[in-house]
């Protein structure tokens, strides 16, 4: 296979697989918590130490906090409730996927406490309540 062809078929490849992504989710037939499974693959930080689990986790929280501000600004909007669906909804699934692994990596490492909890038994995925906006 030529390298063109093979860079078309992958752009095919990566349209066809976002273009049901949005469309499941936009359709309210896939859940978030699936759609965070898909986007995640297993095991991802089973090569953290504790340290690097605990970096990590708070770069997702900053993140997720970051993107669940900038899903309620764009609801406000008309058709801001489509528009984040499709910016920021997909990266948000794939950090709360990313927070299952770092919690299943936590365990398996017996890992003390992470950011945000008070220890392990108190890791959990992040809420769906919507955040307040501090102005």
């Known amino acids: 296979m030529t390298?063109?062809?093979?860079?078309?078929?992958?752009?095919?490849?990566g349209t066809v697989v976002g273009t049901v992504l949005g469309a499941l989710s936009l359709?309210?037939?896939a859940s978030d918590?699936?759609?965070?499974?898909?986007?995640?693959?297993?095991?991802?930080?089973?090569?953290?130490?504790?340290?690097e689990l605990a970096t990590a986790w708070q770069a997702n929280?900053?993140?997720?906090?970051?993107?669940?501000?900038?899903?309620?600004?764009?609801?406000?909007?008309?058709g801001g409730q489509i528009a984040s669906s499709m910016a920021y909804r997909p990266e948000y699934n794939q950090l709360?996927?990313?927070?299952?692994?770092?919690?299943k990596a936590a365990a398996d490492k017996n890992c003390r406490a992470m950011?945000?909890?008070p220890g392990l038994g108190g890791?959990?995925?992040?809420?769906?309540?919507?955040p307040q906006i501090v102005q």
């Open 96 to 103: 709360r996927g990313e927070m299952v692994q770092l919690r």
């Open 33 to 51: 918590e699936m759609a965070s499974r898909i986007l995640v693959e297993p095991d991802r930080y089973v090569l953290y130490a504790c340290p």
């Open 123 to 130: 890791v959990s995925a992040p809420t769906r309540t919507a």
């Open 115 to 117: 950011p945000n909890a």
């Open 61 to 78: 929280m900053n993140r997720q906090h970051e993107l669940e501000a900038l899903m309620i600004k764009a609801g406000t909007g008309a």
């Open 27 to 29: 359709s309210g037939c």
């Open 3 to 13: 390298r063109n062809g093979l860079i078309s078929t992958v752009a095919a490849l």
